[in-house]
């Protein structure tokens, strides 16, 4: 299981679930020429931790803020198999957004905040400096994805790969 960002053309976008199943069904080179260019970034099952890096640290502006498109963030478009989770939709305006917040947030002030929860209990030195390792890493990987994303005017189309 895998959380899954793809950068899709605005004009390339369809809001048909049928569409977007496809989309992640497609190997990387079909993907690439439908879409005339690809960018995509993964996040492994701790997606849920990842979104609370960006959602957990003050102000707490979750609501309306950016950080919280960042992962989970976007318009539902429900699968057709009801069991399956729904795909996530940013239009390149809100993707442009995500980019600027990610470009412009402090990878250690997001840390800070969100360390506790996602370190266990009295964590060794190794444990807490592998665990901040891995999320700067997504982090950056993120920043790099939104902001070439952001710079092609780009949609992000999301789904949770079972």
Avoid: C, I
């Avoid at 989970?72 to 390149?92: E, I, M, N, Q």
């Avoid at 982090?139 to 710079?151: I, K």
């Amino acid at each position: 299981m895998y959380f899954h960002l793809r950068a899709v053309p605005p004009p390339a976008l369809r809001n048909s679930a049928n569409w977007l199943r496809r989309l992640f069904e497609d190997d990387w080179e079909t993907v690439r020429q439908r879409l005339d260019r690809h960018r995509e970034e993964m996040l492994d099952r701790n997606y849920l931790d990842h979104d609370f890096l960006y959602t957990g640290a003050p102000p707490y502006d979750t609501v309306d803020g950016p950080g919280t498109d960042v992962v989970l963030g976007g318009r539902a478009v429900y699968h057709p198999d009801p069991t399956r989770p729904p795909f996530l939709l940013l239009t390149a305006a809100e993707a442009d957004r995500v980019a600027t917040y990610l470009e412009s947030t402090d990878f250690t002030y997001l840390w800070d905040f969100a360390r506790k929860t996602l370190l266990p209990e009295r964590a060794e030195a190794d444990t807490e400096s592998q665990t901040r390792a891995a999320f700067e890493s997504a982090h950056q990987d993120l920043t790099a994805f939104y902001s070439e994303t952001a710079r092609y005017g780009d949609a992000v189309v999301k789904w949770l790969v079972l």
